[in-house]
């Protein structure tokens, strides 16, 4: 073999595909009846929209992005996270423009770019299925969003599931909370990990989720006494409508999320048993972010969900999609003169809407009454000189080996559903 494929990146396969599929229908229906419409945006971004919307001092920012010149000496970056790409598509397309009063809801699934070392359940290249909802502070959308992603790892079936909730308030409160935490941790900054100590000066609310120092990090005061008076009285109206919606979730002051952009609630969803991380999914509000793309100031909130943990969740959980029913016809040919006439009547039956397929090695009616078994398929046509020749096809339930003929005009309506 001369070439791998790069590291942390996967091959999804026919045999894998169904799983797959089976997450990306669910989620496409959930967003279908919550009112979520699906965009689908570039691969690549200019690598500003990132840099402006993450934030430089982030890791993301700073040190994961896959970002490249192409040959016009333009700087790109494989799209690194989910929510810039659809705020910039909402800019760019006037989503905002078509009806002020309107919440604009989008919904995407597409493949996220980071490097960063891999691991079970962190790769280089892993897929998201989001939501964003633009154009409204209203708390009840950002329970919503919360609800939306309780009710869709239920739809998976997956139970054991924590529901992590904070709030890190906003450029109203937060920068004085951040004083009051650099002032806090100022004496104890060496017993901080490095990349705490870096975080310090650069992003000081990224120490809180710090895995490495929550020994230290005790000490920190908590944001959720400092928030100004709207962001709490946001978070108080978020868990009344989550508990009118049955969402049981947890406080944790310690969630503050990556990404330069949150504004008030913070949310991750969290499981074990999926690798090192414990992370399913999460999101929060970006009241600030619209503006930063060069939008009018307008409030969002969003969430975004990593598919290959779901998956991982499910495995473990020993959850599997049901394997498809047999379905469509095999038509065996037998000889050459039926050769070419199962090679038509394949196309007309799969031109009609059915599942069809025919042998292509020219095997004898047993290896190919097996072959039609095996791929589950429901029915086999035999078609031989005489089928020919009389019209009346020999149609076999592949299930219980019962044999009728059939008048070869008669076929397609006398196939099982
Ligand atoms: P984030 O964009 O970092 O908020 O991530 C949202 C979700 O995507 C996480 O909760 C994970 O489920 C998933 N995710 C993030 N990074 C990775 C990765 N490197 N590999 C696999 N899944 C990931």
Request: net charge negative; charged share 25%.
């Amino acid at each position: 073999m001369l070439y791998k494929r790069p590291i942390g990146t996967q091959d999804i396969i026919p045999d894998t595909v169904g799983e797959w599929r089976y997450v990306e229908e669910a989620f496409r229906s959930l967003a279908d009846r919550y009112g979520y419409g699906e965009v689908r945006t570039p691969i690549f971004e200019d690598t500003d929209l990132f840099l402006r919307s993450v934030g430089k001092e982030t890791d993301l920012g700073s040190k994961e992005m896959y970002t490249f010149e192409d040959r016009g000496q333009r700087s790109l970056t494989l799209r690194a996270e989910g929510t810039a790409p659809a705020v910039r598509a909402y800019l760019e397309n006037h989503l905002d423009k078509t009806d002020k009063e309107r919440v604009v809801k989008l919904c995407y699934l597409a493949p996220i770019f980071r490097y960063d070392r891999p691991q079970a359940g962190r790769y280089r290249q892993h897929h998201q299925c989001g939501i964003e909802a633009i154009g409204s502070s209203d708390p009840a959308l950002d329970a919503e969003v919360v609800s939306f992603a309780w009710n869709f790892y239920a739809a998976m079936g997956l139970t054991g599931i924590k529901v992590l909730l904070n709030s890190v308030g906003c450029p109203v409160c937060a920068p004085g909370y951040v004083l009051k935490l650099q002032e806090t941790m100022k004496t104890s900054l060496d017993t901080l990990c490095e990349d705490c100590q870096r975080r310090y000066t650069e992003n000081p609310l990224r120490m809180l989720d710090c895995k490495v120092c929550r020994e230290p990090m005790q000490a920190a005061p908590r944001l959720v006494n400092e928030l100004c008076e709207e962001c709490d009285g946001h978070l108080d109206q978020v868990r009344r409508v989550l508990d009118a919606l049955d969402v049981p979730f947890e406080m944790d002051y310690n969630i503050v999320r990556g990404l330069d952009y949150y504004t008030k609630t913070a949310f991750e969803f969290q499981i074990q048993g999926i690798g090192a991380q414990s992370a399913l999914g999460g999101g929060g509000r970006y009241d600030k972010l619209v503006e930063k793309c060069g939008g009018h100031p307008t409030p969002g909130v969003g969430l975004g969900m990593g598919i290959e943990r779901i998956l991982l969740a499910r495995q473990n959980a020993g959850l599997s999609a049901a394997p498809t029913a047999r379905h469509g016809v095999f038509v065996v040919a037998l000889g050459d003169a039926a050769w070419l006439e199962s090679l038509k009547l394949v196309q007309e039956l799969r031109l009609a809407g059915v599942r069809a397929d025919a042998d292509y090695r020219r095997r004898s009616m047993k290896a190919q009454l097996r072959f039609a078994d095996n791929e589950s398929f429901a029915q086999a046509v035999i078609l031989g000189e005489n089928e020919i020749a009389s019209g009346i096809l020999g149609l076999k339930n592949l299930e219980n080996g019962e044999q009728v003929e059939v008048p070869r005009a008669e076929l397609l309506e006398r196939l099982t559903p």
